[in-house]
C-alpha cells in the first residue's frame, strides 16, 4: 500500500435498522458485526472498524483492486440503538467525515436527530447523506422522503450535504458513495505538537496455547489525533489500569511500555502520522489490554499527559430540546448533585455537578479522565432510565 495515500476516517450513523451495516459490507466487501453477541442479536453494539482502499479506473470506482489506489478510508460503524448513544459519541470523535443513512421508508427518527445533533457538536462538516432501501418504496415515497430530508438539513452544517439515493441490500448506487468518498475534504493533519493517540479499542491477539517465547504484547487500536509515533517510541497509557482494593477507591495506574509495531490494517509500519486509524503493539502484558479494557485510555511519549484528574470543569452548551427520544420534552436546567454522563474523547464517566456559574460547571468525576483543554464534552441526563442528550461543552 502507497504510504502517501490521502486517509480519512469515516464514520457511519443514523437510527437502528436504517441499513449503516449492510451499506458498510457494500462499500468495503466486508463485514463488521463481528462479535457473536452483535450477530445473534442483529444489532451493533460495539463500534465496528473496517477499512478499504478506493481505486479509480478511468470513471469508475471500486474498491476491488481496479485502477489505480487513490484513498485510503477507515470506517467506523457506530451502533443505531438508544441505548447505545454513548458509544456514538465515543466513535465521533475519531473520525473527519460522517455518512448519514436514512431509511426512505421510516424518515428521520430519534437517533437520526441525536446523531446528526452529535456530529454538529463536534464540528464534522463533511457530511455525506445516504437515503436507504430505496427498494421498498415508490418514486413518490422516495420524493417525499427526499424532501423530509431537505427539510431537517436546513440551516444545518450539512445544508448543502449530497443525498445519494441507495439500496445497500440490492447494491444500488454504491460506486457513487465511493467517487464521494474520495472527493471528502480531508482535515489538516498536525504534524507538529506532541502525540496524542486516542485508544478506542484494545485487545489481546494471542491465540489461546501461545508459548510464552512467541506471545504478542498487548494491542492498543484508535486513532493518531495529532503528532507522530514511531516503532520503538517510550509510552505512556493514561488513565491506564483500574485497581481495586478492598474498601478503598479504585486507583488508576498509568501504563508505560514501548512501541514494538505499528499496524495500518494487515500493513505494518515503522511510524504513523496524524490523521491514522492504527493498531499499536505494545511490550504490555496483552493480559492488560483483552477485552477493550484500556478503550476510553490516551496515549502520548513520557511526560506530554496532564496528571489523572477526578475533576472537569467545562463550559456548556444545552440544546433547547431533549434528543433521542419521539416526543419533544424541554431540557430542564441542570441542579447540584445530579449525576451527568459525560463523554470526552473515546470514553464516558458519571459526572457528579458541584457547581454551577454562568457559563462553567463544575464536575466530580466517578471514572478519572485525561481531558485537554478545548475537547468537546458530550452531556447526557438520565431521563425515564435512559441517558438522553442534553447538550455540549467544551472542557476548561
Ligand atoms: P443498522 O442497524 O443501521 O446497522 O442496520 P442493518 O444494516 O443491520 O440493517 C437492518 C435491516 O435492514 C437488515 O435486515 C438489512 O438486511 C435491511 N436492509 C439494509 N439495507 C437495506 C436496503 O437497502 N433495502 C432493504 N430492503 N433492506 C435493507
Ligand atoms: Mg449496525
Given at each position: 500500500m502507497d504510504k502517501n495515500l490521502p486517509e480519512i476516517n469515516v464514520g457511519v450513523v443514523g437510527h437502528i435498522d436504517h441499513g449503516k451495516t449492510t451499506l458498510l459490507s457494500r462499500i468495503t466487501g466486508k463485514f463488521t458485526d463481528t462479535h457473536s453477541e452483535e450477530l445473534k442479536r442483529g444489532i451493533t453494539i460495539k463500534l465496528g472498524y473496517t477499512e478499504t482502499l478506493i481505486y479509480k479506473d478511468k470513471d469508475n470506482y471500486n474498491a476491488k483492486g481496479k485502477g489505480k489506489p487513490i484513498r485510503y478510508v477507515s470506517f467506523i460503524d457506530a451502533p443505531g440503538h438508544e441505548m447505545l448513544m454513548a458509544k456514538m459519541l465515543s466513535g465521533a470523535a475519531i473520525i473527519d467525515a460522517a455518512i448519514l443513512v436514512i431509511a426512505a421508508n421510516e424518515g428521520i427518527k430519534p437517533q437520526t436527530r441525536e446523531h446528526f445533533m452529535a456530529l454538529q457538536a463536534k464540528d464534522i462538516k463533511n457530511i455525506i447523506v445516504i437515503q436507504n432501501k430505496i427498494d421498498l418504496v415508490s418514486k413518490e415515497q422516495a420524493l417525499k422522503n427526499y424532501k423530509e430530508i431537505k427539510e431537517f438539513l436546513k440551516g444545518t452544517i450539512a445544508e448543502n450535504a449530497l443525498i445519494i439515493p441507495v439500496s445497500a441490500q440490492q447494491g444500488i448506487n454504491i460506486e457513487k458513495i465511493l467517487e464521494e468518498l474520495t472527493k471528502l475534504k480531508i482535515p489538516e493533519r498536525d504534524h507538529q505538537s506532541k502525540p496524542i493517540f486516542l485508544v478506542a479499542r484494545s485487545f489481546d491477539i494471542n491465540k489461546p496455547g501461545t508459548t510464552p517465547e512467541k506471545l504478542k504484547g498487548g494491542v492498543l487500536g484508535g486513532i493518531l489525533k495529532k503528532g507522530v509515533l514511531k516503532v520503538g517510541d517510550e509510552i505512556e497509557i493514561k488513565p491506564g489500569i483500574s485497581i481495586k482494593k478492598p474498601h478503598k477507591e479504585t486507583e488508576y495506574q498509568t501504563l508505560t511500555t514501548k512501541i514494538s509495531s505499528l499496524y495500518k490494517g494487515k500493513e505494518s509500519l515503522d511510524e504513523i502520522e496524524p490523521g491514522a486509524s492504527v493498531s499499536i503493539e505494545t511490550a504490555l502484558d496483552p493480559f492488560l489490554t483483552k477485552a477493550d479494557s484500556?478503550?476510553?485510555?490516551?496515549?502520548?511519549?513520557?511526560?506530554?499527559?496532564?496528571?489523572?484528574?477526578?475533576?472537569l470543569d467545562i463550559e456548556p452548551k444545552f440544546f433547547e430540546e431533549v434528543l433521542g427520544i419521539k416526543e419533544r420534552?424541554?431540557?430542564?436546567?441542570?441542579?447540584?448533585?445530579?449525576l451527568l454522563m459525560l463523554s470526552i474523547n473515546t470514553t464516558i464517566t458519571i459526572g457528579n455537578v458541584e457547581k454551577i456559574s454562568d457559563d462553567k460547571i463544575e464536575f466530580a468525576l466517578n471514572i478519572p479522565v485525561i481531558a485537554l483543554k478545548g475537547d468537546k464534552v458530550g452531556i447526557a441526563r438520565n431521563i425515564d432510565g435512559h441517558w438522553r442528550l442534553i447538550g455540549f461543552g467544551k472542557v476548561l
Amino acid at each position: 500500500m502507497d504510504k502517501n495515500l490521502p486517509e480519512i476516517n469515516v464514520g457511519v450513523v443514523g437510527h437502528i435498522d436504517h441499513g449503516k451495516t449492510t451499506l458498510l459490507s457494500r462499500i468495503t466487501g466486508k463485514f463488521t458485526d463481528t462479535h457473536s453477541e452483535e450477530l445473534k442479536r442483529g444489532i451493533t453494539i460495539k463500534l465496528g472498524y473496517t477499512e478499504t482502499l478506493i481505486y479509480k479506473d478511468k470513471d469508475n470506482y471500486n474498491a476491488k483492486g481496479k485502477g489505480k489506489p487513490i484513498r485510503y478510508v477507515s470506517f467506523i460503524d457506530a451502533p443505531g440503538h438508544e441505548m447505545l448513544m454513548a458509544k456514538m459519541l465515543s466513535g465521533a470523535a475519531i473520525i473527519d467525515a460522517a455518512i448519514l443513512v436514512i431509511a426512505a421508508n421510516e424518515g428521520i427518527k430519534p437517533q437520526t436527530r441525536e446523531h446528526f445533533m452529535a456530529l454538529q457538536a463536534k464540528d464534522i462538516k463533511n457530511i455525506i447523506v445516504i437515503q436507504n432501501k430505496i427498494d421498498l418504496v415508490s418514486k413518490e415515497q422516495a420524493l417525499k422522503n427526499y424532501k423530509e430530508i431537505k427539510e431537517f438539513l436546513k440551516g444545518t452544517i450539512a445544508e448543502n450535504a449530497l443525498i445519494i439515493p441507495v439500496s445497500a441490500q440490492q447494491g444500488i448506487n454504491i460506486e457513487k458513495i465511493l467517487e464521494e468518498l474520495t472527493k471528502l475534504k480531508i482535515p489538516e493533519r498536525d504534524h507538529q505538537s506532541k502525540p496524542i493517540f486516542l485508544v478506542a479499542r484494545s485487545f489481546d491477539i494471542n491465540k489461546p496455547g501461545t508459548t510464552p517465547e512467541k506471545l504478542k504484547g498487548g494491542v492498543l487500536g484508535g486513532i493518531l489525533k495529532k503528532g507522530v509515533l514511531k516503532v520503538g517510541d517510550e509510552i505512556e497509557i493514561k488513565p491506564g489500569i483500574s485497581i481495586k482494593k478492598p474498601h478503598k477507591e479504585t486507583e488508576y495506574q498509568t501504563l508505560t511500555t514501548k512501541i514494538s509495531s505499528l499496524y495500518k490494517g494487515k500493513e505494518s509500519l515503522d511510524e504513523i502520522e496524524p490523521g491514522a486509524s492504527v493498531s499499536i503493539e505494545t511490550a504490555l502484558d496483552p493480559f492488560l489490554t483483552k477485552a477493550d479494557s484500556l478503550t476510553g485510555c490516551i496515549v502520548s511519549t513520557k511526560g506530554v499527559l496532564p496528571e489523572i484528574s477526578k475533576k472537569l470543569d467545562i463550559e456548556p452548551k444545552f440544546f433547547e430540546e431533549v434528543l433521542g427520544i419521539k416526543e419533544r420534552k424541554k431540557v430542564e436546567d441542570i441542579k447540584t448533585k445530579e449525576l451527568l454522563m459525560l463523554s470526552i474523547n473515546t470514553t464516558i464517566t458519571i459526572g457528579n455537578v458541584e457547581k454551577i456559574s454562568d457559563d462553567k460547571i463544575e464536575f466530580a468525576l466517578n471514572i478519572p479522565v485525561i481531558a485537554l483543554k478545548g475537547d468537546k464534552v458530550g452531556i447526557a441526563r438520565n431521563i425515564d432510565g435512559h441517558w438522553r442528550l442534553i447538550g455540549f461543552g467544551k472542557v476548561l
